[in-house]
């Protein structure tokens, strides 16, 4: 008997489980975002990735510690920093990530710029800060680095 509460149980929570994974898969295609739209919202300007516009991002993260997001989950998201350096390209490569975004009018230099271009990773400049990049992007339906909002 006890054995077919616990198989019973353990068909719950996969359920559960399933039912949860279903629901984020569900919030993530609907909260998509073009890049069209990220450059709008940010008043960003393109240094890479221009006739990638179509292109959708399910997610974002921001960090201007670099193994922060390599500790997280960030395959083809758009990533916020204050670090215009090789580093920062190098981890977004690594990582997967989709794009950088550099906050308060960081510019990246030549040798950054084509970095990004053989990666193909598209890199913006924002006017806007960290904080300020974040809550747009937020109010204009992108989640976070876990896909929740």
């Keep these: ?72 989950t960030a395959d083809g998201a758009v990533i916020l920093t204050g670090l215009s350096t090789v580093q920062a390209v190098r981890t977004a490569a690594v990582s997967g990530v989709g794009g950088l975004v550099f906050v308060r009018n960081k510019m990246p230099s030549q040798e950054i710029i084509e970095m990004a271009q053989e990666e193909g990773i598209f890199l913006l400049s924002t006017p806007y800060s960290m904080f300020v990049s974040c809550g747009r992007l937020y109010g204009g339906g992108m989640t976070g680095l876990n896909g929740l909002r």
């Design 1 to 72: 008997m006890h054995e077919n509460i616990s198989v019973i149980l353990s068909c719950s929570s996969f359920l559960s489980c399933l039912s949860r994974l279903k629901n984020n898969v569900e919030q993530r295609q609907h909260n998509s975002m073009k890049l069209s739209e990220i450059i709008k919202i940010l008043d960003a300007t393109v240094l890479t990735g221009a006739i990638h516009q179509d292109k959708e991002f399910f997610s974002c993260g921001a960090s201007d510690l670099m193994s922060d997001i390599l500790a997280k």
